[in-house]
């Protein structure tokens, strides 16, 4: 499938599941391929609302891509169940084998959302502010599109650009352009360094970035703890790879019923986790750059129990 094709394809997706009632939205790379900060995709995630899912689950099983059925991905995909997802779970799921191999990820909340992403869509995407939160990862490669989605918010007239700009030179030139809002100042201190030119903006931006992605590396291996026993639950079941795509609902949410811990990271603790990133952090940066770093449990408030 071309990435026409693909777009394509998730696009009327979304839009018979809005025909049936439910919010959702496409994010993540096709979202930044849609505001043009990339050029290319292999897959979908996307945004639902949990109340939905059974909608949601009714359409995979009976949507086929070139005459493949959908499965889920693995052993390693939770059910689509609203109960796992309010505790910050995601599901998997594919069409066909490789090398054409279709994926689509479900989110029932946008990983790091400060705010319901509900309220925050962009015809049939989630909005750049959205998947500017989204894309604050541990993986190098999803940095850019974060400044880039920024300076597209701020472009737009919408403030919250500033918060997602990681680059000195970027905040430079949008300064040139328009101040920012002093309530924004307190949000993401950081800024203050930005708005009286001070040269230690730079090592303080790399000091945030650090800092979330120690927030991901630490959510992802609370996660993957989590995770273990449910995929041997799920490898000692066997399933069938003729199995119908509810038989394998089925399957999995009996796994995950006595396996998978439905919100592991609110159980380990939000602000334990906040604490053990600003550890880390602090052995990684000079001492002084620690106060520049911002308050992030908004970010993470949904999955305090």
């Not at 049939?124 to 918010?153: C, H, I, Q």
Request: with cysteine; charged share 25%.
């Amino acid at each position: 499938m071309t990435d026409s094709e693909l777009h394509l394809f998730f696009e009327t997706f979304v839009r018979k599941l809005r025909s049936q009632g439910v919010v959702c939205a496409i994010t993540s790379g096709m979202a930044c391929v849609h505001y043009g900060v990339a050029e290319t995709t292999k897959d979908c995630d996307l945004l639902c609302h949990p109340g939905s899912f059974d909608t949601l689950l009714n359409l995979l099983a009976e949507t086929t891509i070139a005459g493949a059925s959908c499965h889920y991905r693995g052993h390693i995909s939770p059910p689509l169940d609203a109960r796992w997802h309010r505790g910050g779970w995601s599901s998997h799921f594919e069409w066909g084998l490789m090398p054409e191999l279709t994926t689509l990820d479900v989110f029932g909340h946008a990983l790091r959302e400060s705010s319901p992403w509900q309220d925050d869509i962009a015809g049939l995407y989630a909005s750049e502010n959205v998947v500017a939160e989204m894309k604050r990862t541990d993986r190098d490669k999803d940095w850019p599109f974060v400044t880039s989605l920024g300076v597209g918010l701020l472009q737009a007239r919408d403030r919250r650009g500033w918060l997602h700009l990681f680059d000195a030179d970027a905040i430079s030139e949008m300064l040139e352009a328009c101040a920012i809002p002093d309530d924004l100042l307190t949000v993401r201190p950081a800024l203050q360094l930005a708005a009286r030119r001070d040269p230690a903006l730079h090592h303080a931006l790399l000091a945030e970035k650090y800092f979330w992605k120690e927030l991901d590396r630490l959510r992802i291996r609370i996660c993957r703890a989590a995770l273990r026993p449910y995929v041997l639950a799920m490898g000692r079941e066997n399933i069938s790879p003729t199995a119908s795509f509810p038989e394998e609902h089925a399957a999995r949410l009996a796994c995950a019923e006595t396996n998978l811990d439905k919100n592991p990271v609110g159980k380990y603790g939000v602000d334990r986790m906040i604490e053990d990133a600003r550890k880390s952090t602090a052995t990684f940066v000079h001492p002084e750059l620690i106060r520049w770093l911002p308050d992030v449990r908004p970010h993470f408030s949904f999955l305090t129990p």
